[in-house]
């Protein structure tokens, strides 16, 4: 079984659909706490730091289901355009800013991903730890649609300000990588680290 550290519903949805068998913990890492100038090794240092702390939470003998936990999969997600990194956007006129960059352009989207073994994985390696980097092309957009994309609230709750398998996925024109990566985790790096 694995066990998501995250309170992601998009992460969650791909695992459902994956067929993969999981549980969900969230794990309560401040995020701001972390810092690093390099978004590659950040998505890296936070994905670890969100495993690490939930993994930590099954080393209690109170918590009977743990047992059953092979993996504890950490991710985390931020997008790049020109050059700034953007997380999840803290209010409407953060979002409205962003989309007004981002409109008719490239980004970046990069998922740090790390794998740890939990209590039931006798023999399995210490720690997987990746980054997966997928390129967007945004629709070119007027202020009336960017406007109509911010109130419809969804570019709040997503790293970049967008999201794919949402209203998001009409905005955008060309992805080049990983498509579940943008949603949320690379489908095909979970497989090749689970396959036995």
């Not at 939930?54 to 289901?65: E, M």
């Not at 740090?112 to 023999?123: I, S, T, V």
Request: hydrophobic residues 45%; neutral net charge.
């Amino acid at each position: 079984m694995l066990l998501l550290a995250s309170a992601s519903p998009a992460r969650r949805r791909l695992l459902v659909q994956a067929a993969i068998p999981h549980q969900v913990r969230v794990s309560g890492v401040d995020e701001e706490a972390i810092r690093c100038d390099d978004p590659l090794e950040l998505v890296q240092r936070l994905a670890r730091a969100k495993a690490a702390a939930v993994r930590a939470c099954l080393q209690d003998p109170a918590v009977s289901s743990s047992l059953h936990i092979r993996w504890v999969l950490g991710c985390d997600s931020l997008l790049v355009v020109q050059g700034e990194v953007f997380g999840k956007p803290r209010d409407e006129a953060e979002a409205r800013d962003r989309w007004r960059r981002m409109a008719g352009g490239w980004g970046e989207l990069h998922t740090g991903h790390c794998l740890l073994p939990g209590p039931a994985a006798a023999g399995a390696a210490p720690e997987q730890l990746a980054c997966v980097t997928t390129r967007v092309q945004f629709a070119a957009l007027d202020a009336a649609a960017i406007e109509a994309y911010v109130a419809s609230g969804e570019p709040l709750q997503c790293a970049g300000g967008f999201a794919l398998e949402g209203r998001g996925g009409a905005l955008v024109e060309r992805i080049e990588g990983c498509v579940s990566n943008v949603i949320g985790l690379s489908l095909p790096l979970l497989r090749r680290w689970l396959a036995p």
